[in-house]
Protein backbone atom coordinates (compact mmCIF):
# COMPACT_ATOMS: atom_id res chain seq x y z
CA UNK A 1 0.00 0.00 0.00
CA UNK A 2 1.18 3.69 -0.96
CA UNK A 3 0.20 6.24 0.95
CA UNK A 4 1.08 10.14 1.22
CA UNK A 5 1.22 11.94 4.21
CA UNK A 6 0.60 15.53 4.02
CA UNK A 7 -0.61 18.53 6.33
CA UNK A 8 -1.81 22.33 6.21
CA UNK A 9 0.80 22.97 9.10
CA UNK A 10 3.87 22.44 6.80
CA UNK A 11 6.38 20.88 6.78
CA UNK A 12 7.95 21.64 10.10
CA UNK A 13 5.15 20.31 11.80
CA UNK A 14 5.85 17.46 14.40
CA UNK A 15 2.15 15.80 12.90
CA UNK A 16 3.70 14.77 9.59
CA UNK A 17 5.75 11.84 11.37
CA UNK A 18 3.23 10.76 13.66
CA UNK A 19 1.30 10.10 10.74
CA UNK A 20 4.00 8.96 8.92
CA UNK A 21 5.17 6.39 11.34
CA UNK A 22 1.47 4.83 11.83
CA UNK A 23 1.56 4.04 7.94
CA UNK A 24 4.75 2.74 7.89
CA UNK A 25 4.28 0.53 11.03
CA UNK A 26 1.32 -0.73 9.18
CA UNK A 27 3.41 -2.02 6.81
CA UNK A 28 3.00 1.07 3.72
CA UNK A 29 5.27 2.50 1.58
CA UNK A 30 5.20 6.35 2.85
CA UNK A 31 5.98 9.86 0.94
CA UNK A 32 5.72 12.84 2.73
CA UNK A 33 4.96 16.12 0.59
CA UNK A 34 3.15 19.04 2.50
CA UNK A 35 2.90 22.61 1.88
CA UNK A 36 6.21 24.88 2.68
CA UNK A 37 4.57 27.31 4.43
CA UNK A 38 1.14 27.28 6.73
CA UNK A 39 -1.64 26.73 4.94
CA UNK A 40 -4.26 26.62 7.48
CA UNK A 41 -7.85 27.21 6.37
CA UNK A 42 -6.83 26.36 2.46
CA UNK A 43 -9.93 24.28 2.70
CA UNK A 44 -9.93 22.32 -0.58
CA UNK A 45 -8.12 25.16 -2.40
CA UNK A 46 -5.70 24.67 -5.90
CA UNK A 47 -3.35 27.10 -5.33
CA UNK A 48 0.24 27.01 -6.02
CA UNK A 49 3.41 28.65 -6.08
CA UNK A 50 5.13 28.17 -10.12
CA UNK A 51 8.07 28.74 -11.85
CA UNK A 52 8.13 28.69 -14.96
CA UNK A 53 4.98 26.82 -15.67
CA UNK A 54 6.38 24.17 -12.61
CA UNK A 55 5.02 23.87 -9.52
CA UNK A 56 7.91 24.29 -6.62
CA UNK A 57 9.25 21.74 -4.89
CA UNK A 58 12.10 21.14 -2.80
CA UNK A 59 13.56 18.15 -0.97
CA UNK A 60 13.16 18.50 2.48
CA UNK A 61 12.92 16.31 5.33
CA UNK A 62 9.65 16.72 8.01
CA UNK A 63 11.24 16.64 11.82
CA UNK A 64 11.19 13.00 13.37
CA UNK A 65 10.64 10.79 10.20
CA UNK A 66 10.97 7.31 10.89
CA UNK A 67 13.23 5.07 8.72
CA UNK A 68 11.61 3.54 5.67
CA UNK A 69 9.84 6.66 4.32
CA UNK A 70 10.37 6.68 0.81
CA UNK A 71 11.00 10.86 0.11
CA UNK A 72 9.94 13.75 2.18
CA UNK A 73 9.08 16.90 -0.08
CA UNK A 74 8.62 20.76 0.89
CA UNK A 75 5.88 22.14 -1.61
CA UNK A 76 4.94 25.78 -2.69
CA UNK A 77 1.00 24.72 -2.74
CA UNK A 78 -2.32 24.13 -0.57
CA UNK A 79 -2.86 20.71 0.77
CA UNK A 80 -5.71 19.97 -1.85
CA UNK A 81 -3.53 20.69 -5.27
CA UNK A 82 -0.90 18.18 -3.52
CA UNK A 83 -3.19 15.66 -2.97
CA UNK A 84 -4.27 16.22 -6.30
CA UNK A 85 -1.03 16.35 -8.28
CA UNK A 86 0.18 12.80 -6.10
CA UNK A 87 -2.72 11.50 -7.51
CA UNK A 88 -1.37 11.92 -11.19
CA UNK A 89 2.20 10.98 -9.97
CA UNK A 90 3.72 13.73 -8.93
CA UNK A 91 5.70 12.08 -6.19
CA UNK A 92 5.70 8.81 -7.10
CA UNK A 93 2.90 5.89 -7.40
CA UNK A 94 -0.61 6.93 -7.15
CA UNK A 95 -0.99 6.41 -3.38
CA UNK A 96 -3.92 4.36 -2.05
CA UNK A 97 -4.16 6.15 0.85
CA UNK A 98 -3.82 10.13 1.97
CA UNK A 99 -3.05 10.91 5.40
CA UNK A 100 -3.98 14.60 6.08
CA UNK A 101 -2.32 16.12 9.93
CA UNK A 102 -1.76 15.62 12.28
CA UNK A 103 -3.20 19.07 12.95
CA UNK A 104 -2.85 21.46 15.26
CA UNK A 105 -6.17 22.03 16.98
CA UNK A 106 -9.59 20.56 16.42
CA UNK A 107 -11.22 20.48 12.51
CA UNK A 108 -15.23 19.90 13.91
CA UNK A 109 -18.49 21.02 13.06
CA UNK A 110 -19.35 22.55 9.74
CA UNK A 111 -15.96 24.96 10.46
CA UNK A 112 -14.43 21.64 8.50
CA UNK A 113 -15.53 23.06 5.18
CA UNK A 114 -12.50 25.58 5.94
CA UNK A 115 -9.75 23.29 6.92
CA UNK A 116 -7.02 22.29 4.85
CA UNK A 117 -6.53 19.25 6.75
CA UNK A 118 -9.83 18.15 5.29
CA UNK A 119 -9.34 19.48 1.89
CA UNK A 120 -6.39 17.18 1.12
CA UNK A 121 -8.63 14.05 2.73
CA UNK A 122 -11.28 15.40 0.56
CA UNK A 123 -9.55 16.43 -2.78
CA UNK A 124 -8.18 12.64 -2.85
CA UNK A 125 -11.25 11.31 -2.51
CA UNK A 126 -12.67 12.65 -5.71
CA UNK A 127 -9.75 10.59 -7.48
CA UNK A 128 -10.65 7.65 -6.14
CA UNK A 129 -8.23 7.48 -2.95
CA UNK A 130 -9.15 6.75 0.39
CA UNK A 131 -8.82 9.36 2.72
CA UNK A 132 -7.95 10.54 7.08
CA UNK A 133 -7.86 13.43 8.49
CA UNK A 134 -6.68 13.87 12.03
CA UNK A 135 -6.16 16.85 13.70
CA UNK A 136 -5.44 17.28 17.75
CA UNK A 137 -7.49 19.57 19.84
CA UNK A 138 -4.46 21.83 20.93
CA UNK A 139 -2.83 24.85 19.38
CA UNK A 140 0.55 23.53 20.85
CA UNK A 141 -0.16 19.90 21.35
CA UNK A 142 2.04 18.22 24.15
CA UNK A 143 0.54 14.79 23.18
CA UNK A 144 1.37 14.03 19.55
CA UNK A 145 2.00 10.45 20.36
CA UNK A 146 -1.61 10.20 21.59
CA UNK A 147 -2.91 10.52 17.79
CA UNK A 148 -0.59 7.78 16.50
CA UNK A 149 -2.32 5.42 18.81
CA UNK A 150 -6.05 6.48 17.95
CA UNK A 151 -5.12 6.68 14.39
CA UNK A 152 -3.44 2.95 13.93
CA UNK A 153 -6.48 0.94 14.32
CA UNK A 154 -8.62 3.28 12.12
CA UNK A 155 -5.61 2.72 9.94
CA UNK A 156 -6.01 -0.89 9.71
CA UNK A 157 -9.34 -0.78 9.24
CA UNK A 158 -9.42 2.02 6.04
CA UNK A 159 -6.53 0.33 4.32
CA UNK A 160 -8.80 -2.96 4.69
CA UNK A 161 -11.74 -1.47 3.11
CA UNK A 162 -12.32 -0.48 -0.88
CA UNK A 163 -11.99 2.68 -1.30
CA UNK A 164 -14.53 4.83 0.10
CA UNK A 165 -16.77 7.97 -1.20
CA UNK A 166 -16.41 9.21 2.43
CA UNK A 167 -13.41 10.99 4.16
CA UNK A 168 -12.73 9.73 7.51
CA UNK A 169 -12.35 12.83 9.84
CA UNK A 170 -10.66 12.11 13.42
CA UNK A 171 -10.62 14.56 16.34
CA UNK A 172 -8.33 13.72 19.45
CA UNK A 173 -7.56 15.39 22.97
CA UNK A 174 -4.19 16.49 24.01
CA UNK A 175 -3.98 13.91 26.45
CA UNK A 176 -1.88 11.17 27.39
CA UNK A 177 -3.69 7.85 25.47
CA UNK A 178 -4.54 6.35 28.73
CA UNK A 179 -6.41 9.50 29.80
CA UNK A 180 -8.88 8.91 26.84
CA UNK A 181 -12.05 8.00 27.39
CA UNK A 182 -12.44 6.02 24.13
CA UNK A 183 -13.15 6.28 20.54
CA UNK A 184 -16.81 7.36 18.84
CA UNK A 185 -18.42 7.80 15.96
CA UNK A 186 -19.45 11.45 16.42
CA UNK A 187 -22.20 13.87 14.27
CA UNK A 188 -20.74 16.90 13.14
CA UNK A 189 -21.17 19.96 15.56
CA UNK A 190 -23.40 23.03 14.14
CA UNK A 191 -20.35 25.11 13.95
CA UNK A 192 -17.19 23.85 15.09
CA UNK A 193 -14.41 24.95 18.26
CA UNK A 194 -14.96 28.91 17.00
CA UNK A 195 -17.40 31.29 15.88
CA UNK A 196 -17.04 34.12 13.55
CA UNK A 197 -18.68 37.55 13.96
CA UNK A 198 -18.62 40.18 11.14
CA UNK A 199 -19.52 44.01 12.19
CA UNK A 200 -19.22 46.97 10.06
CA UNK A 201 -16.80 49.79 10.94
CA UNK A 202 -16.92 53.28 9.27
CA UNK A 203 -16.39 53.63 5.41
CA UNK A 204 -17.36 49.72 4.88
CA UNK A 205 -14.70 48.45 6.68
CA UNK A 206 -15.72 44.99 8.42
CA UNK A 207 -14.06 43.19 12.10
CA UNK A 208 -13.81 39.77 11.65
CA UNK A 209 -13.73 38.58 15.59
CA UNK A 210 -14.00 34.66 17.07
CA UNK A 211 -15.38 33.38 20.12
CA UNK A 212 -15.50 29.71 21.62
CA UNK A 213 -18.43 27.77 20.76
CA UNK A 214 -20.39 26.49 23.85
CA UNK A 215 -20.22 23.02 23.32
CA UNK A 216 -22.15 22.25 26.20
CA UNK A 217 -25.10 22.82 24.26
CA UNK A 218 -24.27 19.88 21.71
CA UNK A 219 -22.82 17.60 24.05
CA UNK A 220 -23.17 14.80 21.78
CA UNK A 221 -21.40 16.41 18.72
CA UNK A 222 -17.51 15.89 17.75
CA UNK A 223 -17.09 18.88 19.38
CA UNK A 224 -18.78 18.39 22.68
CA UNK A 225 -17.32 14.81 22.50
CA UNK A 226 -13.89 15.89 22.23
CA UNK A 227 -14.13 18.43 25.23
CA UNK A 228 -15.37 15.75 27.15
CA UNK A 229 -11.75 13.24 26.61
CA UNK A 230 -13.52 11.05 23.75
CA UNK A 231 -11.45 10.50 20.25
CA UNK A 232 -14.24 11.17 17.36
CA UNK A 233 -14.39 9.66 14.18
CA UNK A 234 -16.52 11.25 11.73
CA UNK A 235 -17.36 10.46 8.03
CA UNK A 236 -17.95 12.95 5.73
CA UNK A 237 -18.68 13.18 2.32
CA UNK A 238 -18.15 15.79 -0.80
CA UNK A 239 -19.27 16.99 -3.02
CA UNK A 240 -23.15 15.35 -3.66
CA UNK A 241 -25.77 16.56 -4.87
CA UNK A 242 -29.63 15.92 -4.64
CA UNK A 243 -31.21 14.49 -7.09
CA UNK A 244 -34.98 14.26 -5.59
CA UNK A 245 -35.02 18.15 -4.81
CA UNK A 246 -37.13 20.35 -6.72
CA UNK A 247 -35.66 23.03 -8.99
CA UNK A 248 -36.98 25.01 -12.21
CA UNK A 249 -35.65 23.27 -15.63
CA UNK A 250 -35.99 24.78 -18.82
CA UNK A 251 -36.22 22.09 -21.63
CA UNK A 252 -37.12 23.59 -24.86
CA UNK A 253 -34.16 26.40 -24.66
CA UNK A 254 -34.02 30.19 -23.71
Not at 111 to 129: K, R
Not at 151 to 160: C, E, F, K, N, S
Not at 191 to 220: C, K
Request: contains cysteine.
Amino acid sequence: MRVLVTNDDGIDSPGLAVLASAAVDAGCDVVVAAPARESSGASASLLGAEQDGRLIVDEKDAPGLPPGVSGSFAVRAAPALIALVASHGGFGPKPDLVLSGVNRGGNTGHAVIHSGTVGAALSAMTHGIRGMAVSIADDDPRHWETAGVVVRPLLDWLLASEPLDRVVNVNVPDRPAHQVRGVRQAPLASFGTVHARIREVDHGNLVLTYSEVEVNREMDTDAGLLARGWATVTLLRAPVHDADAAVPELLHGL
